[in-house]
């Protein structure tokens, strides 16, 4: 059974900082890795998608790398700003385009101006 | 860009009633899932659907019950609903033609009392 763990469960830093979030799974053999984000009592927002054939995607101040042999996923988050302050989730699809993502704790994020 | 839709927003119910959601998928979406979210907690797959059909179940209880209809909306049946029921509910939509990127609808709030 796929698990995946975030580390840390909550970070403070100051603006400006740049910060990384961490996620690990335990089966290797995903089809994909999502980041999203999730504000206090609101939906999930997309960030980034990783297929399993890519290494990294970046999208604005926004960076995930994936090393699928080690379960190793990073979220890097450049020039932090107090509108990041978050829940940022981890989640993998283990097998197959349609099967279910399995989500992580998260990790809550708060940025100090 | 459409997004997906899930009424209502809010819901309370009494212990034992029953309640029913409705999710809306991106169009030309393929698959939709069901996910759970307590309190503090990270989603928890209940049920998807893949061109109409159930493809995946997670931790649904039998009180339960989902479908897609022909025009692809999709809904999740509860009855005999107890208090431990009051969560977000998410619905999530992917298309396997698009790189089965999730996005997540904004969830239905159930607070049963």
């Known amino acids: 059974k796929q698990e995946v763990t975030q580390i840390p469960a909550a970070l403070s830093v100051p603006e400006g900082e740049n910060l990384v979030l961490n996620c690990s799974f335990t089966?290797?053999?995903?089809?994909?890795l999502q980041w999203f984000r999730q504000d206090p009592g609101k939906g999930l927002t997309s960030l980034l998608l990783?297929?399993?054939?890519?290494r990294e995607q970046t999208s604005g101040r926004l960076n995930a790398s994936l090393d699928k042999s080690s379960g190793r996923s990073t979220l890097y988050i450049a020039a932090s700003q107090p509108g990041d302050s978050a829940t940022y989730l981890c989640?993998?699809?283990?097998?197959?385009?349609?099967?279910?993502?399995?989500f992580g704790k998260g990790t809550r994020l708060s940025v100090i101006a | 860009a459409a997004g997906v839709i899930q009424s209502p927003r809010h819901l309370i119910k009494e212990k034992r009633e029953t309640a029913t959601l409705k999710c809306y998928p991106i169009?030309?979406?393929?698959?939709v899932y069901w996910y759970q979210q307590g309190p503090g907690q990270d989603p928890q797959f209940l049920i998807s659907?893949?061109?109409?059909?159930?493809?995946d179940k997670g931790s649904i209880p039998d009180r339960f019950s989902a479908q897609q209809f022909s025009d692809y909306h999709s809904e999740l049946n509860m009855s005999s609903l107890e208090l431990g029921d009051s969560a977000l509910y998410f619905c999530?939509?992917?298309?396997?033609?698009?790189?089965?990127?999730?996005?997540f609808g904004q969830g239905t709030r159930l607070t049963v009392v």
């Open positions: 999530a939509s992917s298309a396997l033609q698009r790189g089965t990127e999730a996005f």
């Open positions: 089966d290797s053999a995903i089809y994909n």
């Open positions: 990783i297929q399993s054939s890519q």
């Open positions: 989640a993998v699809r283990t097998s197959g385009g349609n099967t279910p993502l399995v």
């Open positions: 169009p030309r979406h393929d698959t």
């Open positions: 659907f893949y061109e109409k059909m159930q493809s």
